[in-house]
């Protein structure tokens, strides 16, 4: 039964079938490669090229058989010379047969599946390498675990000696500052607050901070946390993401540029006296000079104060004791050179003392800025970029005045700082009094880097002061470049982003939620955030139109041969195929010399001679016989 089978029409229909399943088979199989990273590449090419054949050869195996019954059934209908007999029965394993006009004439169908047959291989060429290897850059969008952000709420406590922390984190949070009390165990005492007096006020910058600071000044370039890379984009991915956050932030203005060049008033400040460009090269002897100092808070804050800052005197305490009165303007002053490889002029004897350098002055005011910024983290280093700054408001609103000899207030604070209701005191609002000592914080160890001159006297460069242990100067004769305010700025942001190395800090929280401290564990699920993920790698790239398009083609021709082999042998009445073997070709030609006609003139027909309860017996004539 199955030879029965074999030699039916099913069986044409069956493998232009597995065809069509190859053909799926291998467009699925590099749907599902594509844009995977390529791992045992050759083995995926080599099963795509299995399949690329099976499919091929199904439709072909398919073509053939129609071709076989499209031929027996044309030569039944026409005359043809016996040289066209022989490119339509021949055609399909012999390519010479093919180009013989007749019978692409008579019978062009078969011809074309014939020429099907032969171009066939290139489908399993085309197919194959329609999947390939490139190199390129993947990204995709999702949920970092581990992105950290900047929130100076979380400075916020009813008591330095609070335990806060973060959840399931081990380790107490820090903080940017340190504390004093006016009476043992400060807020949390259970004397009454207002008759002892009793509160907690700030000292200075936390030591823990310092180490951050000194690592910043000393690279300059941000620090950050061990494998952050890692922890927020996964092994091997490079990524980006975009947090937001309020903080502290210098604004800069440019108010002298050039000998000639008058300072202009900044703001409603008072410039330091003879803080002019006449005290710069070259009409003076400073390359830099910086006082960032002016109304600074003042610790001790009084005399005689006792362990943990309680004061020695009996309450009530000096109404100013602990506020934070203002915010120290940044005055700084250069002379700047365009080019810092090349030597300058040491001295005012020296050829280029009058025009290489050019003198700048400006200043800088403490802000609370909203920030937009974007972090990359690429190789395991870790950038990032300020995309906005929105300035909000100065942090303290006053004005530094004078410095008087002696303090009035007491406490052991000189400055005569205005307006006096614009100070930030502990007593008045404490959670507000803690950010704005963060920010107090940040800001006075940043003036500190900052804080010193350099000079070009006769004698030699002279330099001293914070701003040598930094690399704001250059490398060779200790000169900045043009535009320093910019540098400025960047130096300050370094230090904020620097923040985030260490997740101890209270003020460093999850950016999925920022009331949320983040502490130094990694995140999880829960502290998914936005951010793009990239990874350069080899991936697997399928061009899927070649492939369905060359698959398309076939299945199209093979269907109109199946279509029109299966029309033939309804036609002829058989259900059994024709085939085209020795004993069938030999079988219908009992009747025909080929010498009586090897000038191949007389035409020759096949005709039926008998019939059978398997279909019909043929032979080959002389069509002048028929």
């Not at 590449?41 to 099976?54: H, T, Y």
């Not at 690279?219 to 890379?229: E, F, L, T, W």
């Not at 906005?388 to 100065?394: G, L, Q, V």
Request: hydrophobic fraction near 40%; charged fraction near 25%; charge should be neutral.
């Amino acid at each position: 039964w199955w030879l029965r089978v074999l030699k039916s029409k099913w069986s044409m229909i069956a493998c232009l079938i597995i065809g069509v399943v190859g053909a799926l088979g291998h467009h699925f199989l590099y749907y599902h490669l594509h844009g995977r990273l390529a791992t045992n590449q050759q083995w995926w090419l080599r099963l795509g090229q299995l399949i690329s054949f099976i499919a091929k050869a199904n439709f072909v195996v398919a073509a053939i058989m129609a071709h076989q019954q499209i031929a027996w059934r044309a030569v039944g209908q026409k005359g043809f010379s016996v040289e066209a007999v022989d490119s339509l029965f021949g055609s399909a394993h012999n390519v010479m047969e093919l180009f013989n006009r007749e019978a692409w004439i008579k019978s062009w169908f078969v011809m074309f599946l014939a020429l099907y047959m032969w171009a066939s291989p290139f489908v399993v060429i085309f197919t194959s390498a329609t999947l390939d290897v490139v190199l390129k850059q993947k990204e995709e969008s999702l949920l970092c675990p581990s992105v950290r952000t900047l929130n100076f709420e979380g400075e916020v406590k009813t008591s330095y000696q609070e335990p806060k922390k973060a959840a399931g984190e081990i380790l107490n949070g820090r903080s940017l500052s340190s504390y004093n009390w006016t009476y043992e165990k400060g807020n949390w005492a259970t004397q009454d607050k207002e008759e002892f007096d009793i509160f907690e006020y700030f000292i200075g910058p936390a030591p823990s901070f310092e180490r951050i600071v000194s690592g910043v000044f000393s690279s300059g370039q941000p620090i950050q946390r061990k494998s952050v890379a890692q922890e927020i984009c996964g092994k091997g991915w490079d990524c980006s993401t975009q947090i937001q956050f309020i903080g502290p932030g210098y604004r800069c203005e440019e108010l002298a540029k050039g000998v000639e060049s008058e300072p202009k008033k900044f703001g409603n400040s008072i410039r330091p006296e003879n803080f002019t460009t006449d005290l710069f090269v070259p009409r003076g002897n400073y390359t830099y000079f910086a006082d960032v100092f002016r109304g600074e808070y003042v610790n001790p804050q009084m005399e005689n104060l006792t362990d943990k800052g309680v004061p020695s005197a009996e309450p009530p305490f000096p109404q100013n004791l602990g506020a934070i009165r203002t915010e120290p303007i940044i005055w700084i002053g250069y002379s700047a050179v365009k080019d810092l490889s090349v030597p300058h002029a040491r001295n005012k004897s020296a050829k280029g003392w009058t025009s290489e350098y050019e003198p700048t002055i400006f200043a800088c005011e403490h802000w609370e800025v909203n920030y937009t910024v974007k972090l990359d983290y690429t190789d395991g280093v870790q950038t990032y970029k300020v995309l906005n700054r929105d300035y909000k408001n100065k942090i303290i609103d006053t004005v530094f005045e004078k410095e008087e000899k002696e303090p009035t207030d007491g406490t052991l604070d000189k400055n005569v700082i205005t307006p006096n209701a614009s100070y930030v005191r502990p007593r008045r609002d404490y959670p507000r009094y803690r950010e704005i000592a963060a920010y107090h914080s940040i800001g006075n160890m940043f003036r500190k880097q900052l804080e010193g001159n350099v000079m070009l006297p006769d004698t030699g460069p002279t330099a001293n002061g914070g701003i040598t242990k930094t690399t704001l100067l250059g490398k060779f004769e200790s000169l900045l470049l043009p535009n320093f305010h910019d540098e400025v700025r960047r130096a300050y942001e370094d230090l904020l982003i620097s923040l985030l190395s260490d997740g101890q800090l209270l003020a460093v929280a999850w950016a999925a939620d920022p009331s949320k401290l983040s502490g130094t564990n990694v995140g999880g699920e829960d502290t998914g955030y936005e951010c793009v993920r990239r990874h350069v790698a080899n991936y697997f790239d399928y061009e899927w139109r070649i492939l369905v398009a060359v698959y398309a083609v076939s299945f199209v021709i093979a269907s109109i041969g199946v279509y029109h082999g299966i029309s033939a042998m309804q036609s002829d009445g058989t259900s059994t195929q024709r085939e085209m073997t020795f004993s069938s070709i030999a079988g219908a030609t009992k009747r025909v010399s080929v010498d009586e006609n090897e000038k191949r003139e007389t035409k020759i027909r096949c005709f039926p001679v008998d019939e059978r309860s398997g279909g019909r017996l043929y032979e080959f004539r002389a069509e002048l016989q028929g």
